[in-house]
């Protein structure tokens, strides 16, 4: 018999909607601890808000002015396309498929899906839209008769830039979900500084830091003392550091340890990653010392943790729309079943407790779970209130929390700015993967957040070969106009004078001779919140916007946090033990450090510092990708968890 497009079995212990980042991660969570999963998306490809398009697909996107394709209203439209996502199914799910067995047993199950709610319990059918309108100000700009390329090569991603660390509780995950056996890392060659009138690197090793010039003795001195205080922190039972302290800005207290501003700027925003200016007293977002501690920790265990990551990060190859479905495909081995363009229309919602009790497809198939997690679009469908239920029109007037990455940057972040641009050369010859940090203030008196712009390669497989991405990000009010922000970034990356004083030599002599030109660009920005969470008052659980943070940690924090939430007695994936040796190891490297530095400064005394050549050959020995991009292209397609 011919397909009719409906799921079985129709009852399990978890239905996830949307697969982006964080629903991707909780959806492998719950499979990989024996829950049943129905993984479900209206999109036609894996990731959502946190994918990376092609060349063509984000010229489509662009073109709608940041809209993706709504599934269609018409329920009878929607089951002319059943066939299509039956092969998103069994392609997505290996190990778990859609009942299309013929005779009486699926002639029932077919009955028991279309029962109306009413019948089996005294259900209400809360009625839900997907939210397409998260993306404003949509500027496509291309280059007449400029040849980019294959367009195939290109991955562009929607929320970068994203980074990883080394030692990060995301590298962990992948261990532990078994994700990592299905996504690459290349590691970022060198991370810059704009100091608001050059570039200065950022040193990342005990290597960098003896033989940067921009750093005095002093400066070095007041590093090491900082980085030995962060580490018998870390190291002593209970922490050294009295919680007063902790509870205190780390602003305040990095001046307190002397610590020269250069240095501030360094260990808050290369480092620590902060977003938004720590100097203003009256920042609702101000670093505390616990935080900052925790950072600079993470930072430190990072760095040298892959012998072929010069710094302390990681990009993932094909982009960072590879996370989630690394975690797909893990959750898709556990048993989970995918279906791809499969919306819903209806929330299934108990009459009598408001309790979740499972969702309405829009071909009209009703499907049970115990919990219900989903992504950021899905919200209460609008109208006028005369026609929604008591229930209805409860919750879609609850008071929405600001999500966790608005009310981390403060009530005036509401939007992020975001540039992608295709370049002719690198940066830096000789560095292909590049993050380059410019501190709030430093490119205007205006610029209240910090802006990342991280430049990519074929070596991430990302472009063609001798293409180059830029990709830059900022937070920005809905009045402020961060692209203004972006565009002068850029315009000082590129025009920048070819040499820089604060670079190391050997990458001062490799800068471009000439200015990198822009091929093609896109600007947009978007929103860092929607009406979904209205829906938490029934219990269910939502997933963030990508927020404004360059790493992952953060949204790693808030999914854990559902998990429990979720399965308070359930692991969150199965833990595994760090090596016991990875902090003395540390401490040792800052005892070294300690060394060579009264070493350097008893030789300062009767010559000129040397340059240490080892030390340098060491670093581009240890600057090698992490895994080498392949030729081949890897195209996104819809069912790639097979």
């Known amino acids: 018999m011919e397909f009719d497009g409906f799921i079985e079995p129709n009852s399990v212990d978890l239905i996830v909607l949307g697969t982006g980042f964080p629903e991707s991660i909780l959806a492998a969570a719950a499979a990989n601890a024996g829950r049943s999963v129905l993984h479900l998306d209206h999109h036609d490809f894996y990731g959502a808000h946190w994918t990376s398009l092609t060349l063509p697909q984000f010229r489509t996107w662009a073109a709608s002015g940041g809209r993706f394709d709504l599934p269609p209203l018409n329920p009878k439209e929607q089951d002319t396309d059943a066939a299509g996502d039956s092969q998103s199914s069994d392609k997505a799910s290996p190990d778990s498929s859609v009942n299309q067995a013929d005779g009486k047993d699926d002639k029932e199950a077919h009955n028991s899906s279309v029962q109306d709610p009413k019948e089996v319990g005294g259900l209400e059918a809360l009625e839900v839209e997907y939210e397409n309108d998260l993306y404003s100000d949509v500027q496509l700009k291309e280059v007449e008769g400029v040849d980019l390329g294959a367009a195939r090569f290109y991955n562009l991603d929607l929320s970068g830039p994203r980074l990883s660390f080394c030692g990060s509780h995301l590298v962990n995950l992948l261990l532990r979900s078994g994700a990592n056996n299905y996504v690459e890392f290349k590691g970022v060659d060198a991370t810059y500084l704009w100091t608001g009138t050059e570039l200065s690197a950022v040193p990342s090793s005990r290597a960098d830091i003896f033989t940067d010039k921009s750093l005095s003795l002093s400066d070095k001195r007041f590093l090491m003392r900082f980085f030995r205080l962060v580490m018998d922190h870390a190291n002593a039972e209970g922490g050294a550091i009295p919680k007063e302290t902790l509870d205190s800005p780390f602003v305040e207290f990095m001046r307190l340890q002397n610590l020269p501003a250069s240095m501030q700027s360094i260990i808050l925003y290369a480092i620590a990653l902060v977003d938004t200016d720590q100097s203003d007293e009256s920042s609702p977002c101000r670093l505390t010392t ?40 893990s959750s898709a081995v556990n048993g989970a079943l995918y279906v791809l363009r499969r919306p819903i229309k209806a929330v299934l919602v108990d009459k009598e407790s408001c309790e979740y009790r499972g969702v309405q497809t829009l071909n009209g198939q009703y499907l049970y779970s115990k919990k219900l997690i989903m992504g950021p679009s899905v919200v209460p469908k609008r109208g006028p209130e005369d026609g929604l239920s008591s229930l209805a029109k409860e919750v879609s007037q609850t008071v929405e929390a600001p999500s966790n990455a608005a009310s981390a940057s403060g009530e005036a972040y509401s939007k992020i700015a975001r540039y992608i641009c295709v370049t002719d050369k690198s940066l830096f010859e000789g560095q292909t993967t590049l993050l380059v940090i410019f501190p709030p203030k430093t490119i205007s008196l205006n610029q209240s ?115 429990t939430d979720f399965f308070p007695d359930t692991e969150f994936f199965k833990k595994v033990a760090p090596p016991p040796e990875e902090f003395e190891e540390l401490e040792d490297e800052v005892e070294a450090l300690a060394l060579e530095e009264q070493k350097t400064t008893s030789e300062s005394t009767a010559k000129p510092e040397p340059a240490k050549e080892g030390n340098l050959e060491q670093q581009k020995v240890e600057g090698e990708a992490v895994s080498e991009a392949e030729e081949k292209p890897k195209p996104v397609e819809a069912d790639s968890t097979s």
């Open 449 to 563: 957040a910090v802006v990342r712009a991280m430049q990519l390669s074929n070596a991430a497989a990302v472009c063609p070969d001798g293409k180059y991405l830029l990709q830059l990000s900022t937070l920005c009010s809905n009045a402020a106009d961060g692209q203004e922000i972006l565009k002068a970034a850029v315009d000082i990356l590129l025009t920048r004078p070819r040499e820089e004083k604060s670079v190391p030599a050997e990458t001062s002599e490799k800068l471009s001779s000439s200015e990198p030109k822009i091929l093609w660009s896109v600007s947009f920005k978007q929103a860092l919140q929607t009406d979904s969470k209205k829906l938490a008052r029934l219990g269910i659980a939502v997933c963030d916007l990508p927020n404004g943070a360059l790493d992952c940690e953060s949204v790693l924090t808030a999914t854990e946090k559902i998990f």
């Open 290 to 329: 616990e935080d900052g501690f925790r950072k600079l920790t993470l930072y430190l265990s990072s760095v040298g943790k892959f012998a072929n990551a010069p710094t302390a990060f990681l990009y993932p190859l094909y982009g960072a729309g590879e996370l989630p479905q690394a975690f797909c495909r």
